[in-house]
């Protein structure tokens, strides 16, 4: 994969302060995207017996792998709507939630720039 990418919109999102070869031409100021995910009872047994058997829980991974899809998206969203085409220095944080620690943020952040 490259260490960057783009969106149907053209939005570049890359987590390096710059894209090689394309020179910044403005700064629009920190964008975000947060996507809050809630764990399934049944999946949260499931992946609790897989990990006492040592496997990996591939429903939590794709729960992860789209929670944080869903931020990038929410974050090229929010830049092309400042006028922007691409983000640079792209942050992923991970965080548990929850009276009883059962749901997920996923939250991302960058700096909307015209490439």
Same mark, same amino acid.
């Given at each position: 994969?490259?260490?960057?990418?783009?969106d149907?919109?053209?939005?570049?999102?890359?987590?390096t302060p710059t894209i090689e070869g394309q020179p910044i031409r403005e700064y629009l100021g920190i964008v975000t995207g947060e996507v809050i995910v809630g764990a399934n009872l049944f999946r949260d047994l499931f992946a609790n017996i897989r990990d006492i058997v040592g496997g990996r829980s591939g429903s939590y991974e794709r729960i992860l792998a789209d929670a944080r899809e869903q931020a990038i998206q929410e974050l090229q969203a929010?830049? !092309?709507s400042r006028g922007g085409n691409a /983000?640079?220095?792209i942050d992923l944080d991970y965080e548990v939630i929850g009276d009883t620690g059962s749901m997920l943020m996923?939250? !991302?952040?960058?700096t909307a720039?015209? /490439?």
């Open positions: 994969m490259p260490p960057h990418w783009k149907a919109r053209g939005v570049t999102v890359t987590t929010e830049a !092309a /983000v640079v220095g996923v939250s !991302a952040s960058g720039v015209k /490439v």
